[in-house]
């Protein structure tokens, strides 16, 4: 069975530092993967996926992950915070095919200031 | 640009009422799904379904039911609700694509339920 596991409900940055949000799977088969962006009162956005093309994946906002198969991981980073990342953000596994389903972790929610 | 639509942002309502949360999506998507969100919990389904009148039970199906009569359309009902239903709701689509699909879901904006 699949599972996603995000380390970390909250993270705090400073502006400008480093973003880092963590995500670990559990897949019997190569997944697919996802980052999908909450903010206040909102939807879920795709940031990003990975549908195993290349492992370094670039999204929107100047966010990227990277699939590490030998980690089963899928880390979230963005080399420079801004106010306006401030969000929830989710990782989300499936394993394609068919009437496949997205699994998603619990969130991590980030929180950057000044 | 393509849009999935929840008809209610904000609701709330007294135990014991029916509800209906509806979503509607512009894309031609054969898949839809209610999703219930709580903090702490993230994502949980509770229905899915893939065509027109079929629907298969998520992880939490408890207390709920839906309908989709139209293949744009996917409502979400509580028969009964309840305070332990207060949460965020979210429905969302995607595209069948048989070994193809790689499960990206489209999302609405959400609705939040008060049962009081």
């Known amino acids: 069975a699949q599972s996603v596991t995000q380390l970390g409900s909250h993270v705090s940055v400073s502006e400008g530092a480093l973003v880092l949000l963590r995500c670990n799977y559990s897949?019997?088969?190569?997944?697919?993967l996802f980052w999908y962006v909450q903010y206040p009162n909102q939807g879920l956005q795709l940031l990003l996926k990975y549908t195993s093309a290349a492992t370094l994946v670039k999204g929107i906002n100047g966010f990227e992950a990277e699939f590490k198969k030998s980690e089963t991981s899928f880390h979230l980073t963005k080399p420079s915070a801004h106010m306006s990342d401030a969000a929830e953000y989710f990782c989300?596994?499936?394993?394609?095919?068919?009437?496949?389903?997205?699994?998603f972790g619990a969130g991590t929610r980030l929180a950057v200031h000044p | 640009d393509v849009k999935v639509t929840q008809s209610s942002r904000y609701l709330v309502k007294r135990t014991g009422e029916k509800v209906f949360l509806e979503c509607v999506q512009d894309m031609d998507h054969e898949n839809m799904f209610w999703y219930r969100q709580d903090p702490g919990l993230g994502l949980r389904l509770i229905y899915f379904?893939?065509?027109?009148?079929?629907?298969e039970k998520g992880d939490i199906p408890e207390g709920y039911s839906v309908s989709r009569e139209k293949k744009e359309r996917f409502s979400l009902i509580l028969e009964s609700a309840s305070t332990n239903q207060t949460s965020m709701y979210l429905c969302?689509?995607?595209?069948?694509?048989?070994?193809?699909?790689?499960?990206?879901?489209?999302f609405g904006e959400g609705s939040r339920l008060t049962v009081l």
């Open positions: 897949s019997s088969v190569p997944p697919y």
């Open positions: 379904s893939y065509d027109v009148k079929m629907k």
């Open positions: 989300a596994v499936s394993e394609g095919g068919g009437y496949n389903k997205l699994i």
């Open positions: 969302a689509s995607s595209s069948y694509r048989g070994n193809a699909n790689t499960g990206e879901l489209f």
